[in-house]
């Protein structure tokens, strides 16, 4: 599947922004979708993941209680709402699809689509 993200940009800490990952070639309905981010010279860093249906989610602790990832399937598009931004969530943010365990989706490598990432960046 080909992703392409989008949405990101340079905002105040405090702020909103909302991600928008648009599949294509196939249809995200039979993947996990999942949100990384990566800081140049840093491991990429798992974000948020849902399932196949949308009725899981998982995040990170940093962002828990800040970022909801949800999907469309039936627009082959996965979000990531970003509410009460922090300097510290200054990134580039990815977006990938998969077939992990639901108990693996963290896990950077078992990811196999990856879009070309979209900069967030946080002002103080």
Request: hydrophobic share 35%.
């Amino acid at each position: 599947v080909q992703l392409q993200a989008s949405g990101g940009g340079l905002v105040q800490a405090g702020d909103s922004l909302r991600l928008s990952c648009a599949a294509s070639r196939r249809s995200i309905s039979n993947y996990v979708m999942g949100w990384f981010r990566q800081a140049p010279g840093k491991e990429r860093e798992f974000v948020a993941a849902i399932s196949r249906s949308g009725s899981g989610t998982r995040y990170a602790g940093s962002v828990k209680g800040r970022f909801t990832i949800t999907r469309d399937n039936a627009k082959n598009t996965v979000y990531l709402q970003m509410n009460s931004l922090k300097p510290e969530d200054t990134d580039v943010y990815y977006c990938a699809a998969g077939s992990p365990a639901w108990s693996a989706s963290s896990m950077t490598n078992l990811y196999r689509d990856w879009g070309q990432g979209t900069q967030v960046t946080v002002s103080s």
